[in-house]
């Protein structure tokens, strides 16, 4: 699959999924905003593997533009662009608290996690991949390390209260 | 891996950990498969806060911490327990659980205990509650008794010691052609070999005379007695049946002690010299009377009365007899018939000794009518419970019998005084055995209270119901 493919099925992929969370024009607009920054700013990654997650992250990106620009213009409570205050492009006090909120929630949630989930989520952290973590743990079969981190995976998220943001 | 089993690769999606291989095949998949890519498009968020290294440390050491609380968490109960609230309530835990295992374990034991116990009682034989001597091979077959019946099973006398009685007296009824003195003889001894203690269980029936009792109750065994052998006696009178013996046998009133009782009891053993001085006295002013001899005949019998014990020098000095009219066609031990001695003195005692029997009418002094010639002083001389039988005259008067334990006796006066003296202290009883057949006379027993004294002298009025 060579990059204008995978851009094309991106394309297919980050509408739906923005459709989903968003109007339909809201949705049109991300998803050209996206590829846009692919385009223009990432043109030399080709490599499947590189360019998914990159546009993975653009559009994360641009998702919570999207929800500070509707919330900057009242989008949501429907007040008045002149009673709101100037946006700041860097990284606001909102922002952070809100990536701090998100890392407690995170510690908490890891704390609560057996230990099994625990061993896996710091062999990760540690950078190592399913089958090292699979010798590690002695198993003979990659699947079962698979199967245990999607479980603890889902134990995860639900004791963060079902999403990670 | 299926793409439905791809989903397990998004834990390695957020931490950036999947191996070039499953990127491209996640990657690959999510361009297709639109719920993987809105997965993967969430896991973008815990990807970019595993992205940040300060984040990444802090869960890093997050999770570090964790595991280090969870390893101390061992070591924190050897904390507790070093404390002292730790060390009292570990001791006294160890205290109560060593308390329950001792407890148990000796309540195991007590029952273990308990249970030998019970089972030794159970394996240990019967023993009778009072010792009775057994019988002598000569003297077994010399009884001439009639065995127990159920009457006197079922008293309440231990039932060994009724076995011990019975079979000293074989069923076998006398045969025919015995002796006026030899039936004499067996009711004597019937009489003597029940148990004191045995006759004081038994109703009274029949009683002859009844005396003071003072002392307490006697515990006493009797001394078996050993029957004569069995001469030939009329079929057509037999002897009654020890049953009928034993449970018609007459007791004093209200006797705990009785001079029966002490006939047989054994005394103390202590030697001769506790004495009473003011017996050696008596007993030196007997000795200087003298009475010339009188006429009497002597048909003692050798009974072989085998004794399991002889009495004890301090045994109280009793004497027991009865006396009888002898039959006409009766002859004595010699064959001779006796015609002028119409009357049978049957005499025991319960210490070896002298007996002596005089004759007294009126004020006069008393005369000896036993012993006197040279055989009789020779039968004079009493074995412990061995019956002597004295033909007595019939005439006018009294009789004395006079037992001592010592040797010297004087035989030529009698010191009337001595009655009085003698006769003091005494026990006195008397029971008649139930043979209603033949009316027996009643046997006497008399008994010196202290026994420091060892001389028994008693008087006998020859009675018209003290006949056979």
Request: aromatic fraction near 4%; charge should be negative.
């Amino acid at each position: 699959m060579d990059r204008d493919q995978t851009l094309h099925a991106l394309r297919e992929r980050i509408l739906a999924f923005a459709t989903s969370r968003l109007s339909r024009d809201q949705a049109e607009d991300l998803t050209q905003d996206v590829l846009a920054v692919l385009h223009d700013k990432y043109s030399d990654v080709t490599e499947l593997i590189e360019l998914v997650p990159l546009a993975f992250q653009v559009l994360r990106y641009k998702m919570l533009d999207t929800h500070r620009k509707s919330l900057r213009r009242g989008e949501y409570n429907q007040e008045s662009v002149e009673d709101l205050p100037l946006a700041d492009t860097s990284n606001n006090p909102m922002t952070q608290l809100d990536q701090k909120q998100r890392v407690d929630r995170l510690l908490s949630a890891i704390a609560q996690l057996g230990e099994r989930c625990r061993k896996l989520f710091t062999w990760k952290l540690e950078g190592k991949s399913f089958p090292e973590i699979q010798k590690i743990m002695g198993q003979s079969s990659i699947n079962t390390i698979y199967t245990w981190d999607l479980r603890c995976r889902k134990q995860l998220i639900d004791l963060m209260g079902g999403s990670w943001e | 891996m299926s793409e439905k089993d791809l989903e397990k690769l998004l834990g390695g999606f957020a931490a950036e950990t999947l191996t070039a291989e499953e990127k491209e095949q996640l990657y690959r998949t999510a361009l297709h498969d639109q719920a993987l890519f809105n997965a993967l498009a969430d896991e973008q968020a815990l990807k970019e806060l595993l992205t940040d290294p300060t984040v990444r440390r802090r869960l890093f050491e997050a999770l570090q911490s964790h595991r280090a609380e969870r390893a101390s968490g061992s070591a924190s109960w050897l904390d507790w327990l070093r404390r002292p609230a730790g060390i009292a309530w570990a001791g006294g835990l160890a205290g109560a659980i060593l308390a329950v295992v001792l407890g148990t374990n000796l309540y195991q034991e007590s029952l273990r205990q308990e249970a030998q116990l019970i089972a030794q009682e159970e394996a240990r034989p019967l023993v009778p509650s009072s010792p009775v001597p057994a019988p002598t091979q000569s003297a077994t077959p010399l009884t001439n008794k009639p065995p127990a019946t159920s009457e006197q099973k079922s008293r309440s006398s231990p039932p060994s010691l009724r076995e011990g009685l019975t079979d000293k007296r074989p069923s076998k009824a006398p045969p025919s052609g015995t002796s006026q003195d030899e039936r004499r003889i067996d009711r004597f001894e019937r009489d003597a070999a029940m148990p004191p203690a045995e006759a004081g269980a038994i109703p009274k029936q029949t009683e002859f005379s009844t005396e003071t009792v003072i002392t307490s109750a006697d515990n006493a065994a009797p001394q078996s007695i050993a029957s004569a052998p069995p001469p030939s006696q009329p079929a057509a009178s037999p002897l009654p049946s020890q049953s009928k013996v034993d449970s018609t046998m007459p007791l004093r009133e209200g006797a705990s002690l009785s001079a029966r009782s002490l006939f047989y009891r054994a005394g103390p053993q202590s030697p001769d010299q506790s004495i009473a001085p003011d017996t050696k006295r008596r007993e030196k002013a007997a000795s200087e009377s003298v009475q010339p001899p009188g006429q009497s005949e002597l048909a003692a019998q050798s009974l072989a009365m085998a004794k399991s014990k002889r009495a004890s020098p301090l045994q109280p000095v009793g004497i027991r007899y009865s006396l009888a009219l002898r039959e006409q066609s009766e002859q004595t031990h010699d064959g001779a018939m006796d015609s002028a001695a119409p009357l049978a003195l049957t005499v025991e005692s319960n210490q070896d000794g002298v007996l002596q029997l005089w004759k007294q009418v009126g004020p006069a002094q008393p005369q000896l009518l036993f012993p006197i010639s040279e055989a009789e002083q020779l039968r004079s001389k009493l074995v412990a419970h061995t019956l002597v039988i004295i033909s007595v005259p019939s005439m006018p008067g009294r009789l004395i019998l006079r037992f001592s334990r010592t040797d010297r006796i004087p035989s030529a006066t009698f010191d009337s005084k001595l009655l009085d003296d003698f006769s003091r202290g005494q026990l006195r009883e008397s029971v008649t055995p139930d043979d209603t057949s033949s009316f027996p006379p009643p046997i006497h027993y008399i008994v010196n209270q202290d026994p420091s004294l060892s001389e028994v002298i008693v008087h006998i009025a020859p009675r018209s119901d003290e006949q056979d």
